[in-house]
């Protein structure tokens, strides 16, 4: 009953920005902790960000500090990521994952998940 699903990737190019969202069914995100990793080709999988379910605390990877933000619209169940200055580097499929007692960067404390959606990010 439990579903996230992430929309709103796409192919630009560097220097533009993109929003996706990762919306809920059968949970209610105003409780949880919802994170975004993503993978690209060959590599492992890595922490994005990270919104503490009182929608303020935030974490993120040093490599997007600065260029993402992420928030939550409770109202709508969703929570988006901001993305600016996009590089080739953030080329990846985005994963959301969810978890209602976990506020951390480790993707195996998130109880759902999201099977994500591609950003690609052409020069």
């Known amino acids: 009953q439990v579903q996230l699903v992430e929309s709103g990737g796409g192919t630009v190019q560097a220097g533009d920005s993109l929003t996706v969202s990762c919306a809920a069914s059968?949970?209610?995100?105003?409780?949880?902790?919802v994170a975004w990793f993503r993978q690209a080709p060959g590599k492992a999988r890595e922490f994005v960000a990270v919104?503490?379910?009182?929608?303020?605390?935030?974490d993120y990877a040093d490599s997007v500090l600065g260029r993402f933000t992420v928030s939550r619209d409770n109202a709508k169940n969703t929570v988006n990521l901001q993305m600016n200055s996009l590089k080739p580097e953030d080329t990846a499929v985005y994963c959301c994952?969810?978890?209602?007692?976990?506020?951390?960067?480790?993707?195996?404390?998130?109880?759902?998940w999201g099977q994500g959606t591609q950003v690609t990010v052409s020069s």
């Open positions: 059968g949970i209610t995100f105003s409780t949880y902790a």
């Open positions: 994952g969810a978890d209602e007692s976990r506020f951390s960067r480790a993707p195996e404390n998130y109880m759902y």
């Open positions: 919104l503490k379910w009182d929608g303020r605390t935030t």
